[in-house]
Nanobody
Framework: QVQLVESGGGLVQAGGSLRLSCAAS????????MGWFRQAPGKEREFVGG????????YYADSVKGRFTVSRDNAKNTVYLQMNSLKPEDTAAYYC????????????????WGQGTQVTVSS
């Protein structure tokens, strides 16, 4: 089992930045591809960005490409989502996820989820 705990969410003005963290326990994150998803009220959960286990491959949704960056520190068992140039439409609950398909950054299947952290971007 892997436990994932997100932190770093909050309220920010449009154009601002936030960095989310996802701390893992239970098993080494190096066993997994890691990524971030988000869900806005009344909408389905959507993929934001992902990274393969060694960080060689990354993949981002078009809506965040060039603004968001996924990174990982396997030694600290932590994954990050740096969010820059935030827009009101980025407002959502953000979830960290782990996939045992560790060579793929697409996270088409996931094994573990965090509980989420809220990000609110004001205009």
């Amino acid at each position: 089992q892997v436990q994932l705990v997100e932190s770093g969410g909050g309220l920010v003005q449009a154009g601002g930045s936030l960095r989310l963290s996802c701390a893992a326990s239970g098993r080494p994150l190096s066993n997994y591809a890691m990524g971030w998803f988000r869900q806005a009220p009344g909408k389905e959960r959507e993929f934001v960005g992902g990274m393969s286990w060694g960080g060689v491959s990354t993949y981002y949704a078009d809506s965040v490409k060039g603004r968001f960056t996924v990174s990982r520190d396997n030694a600290k068992n932590t994954v990050y989502l740096q969010m820059n140039s935030l827009k009101p439409e980025d407002t959502a609950a953000y979830y960290c996820a782990a996939s045992s398909q560790r060579y793929s950054a697409y996270l088409r299947s996931t094994n573990y989820w965090g509980q989420g952290t809220q990000v609110t971007v004001s205009s």
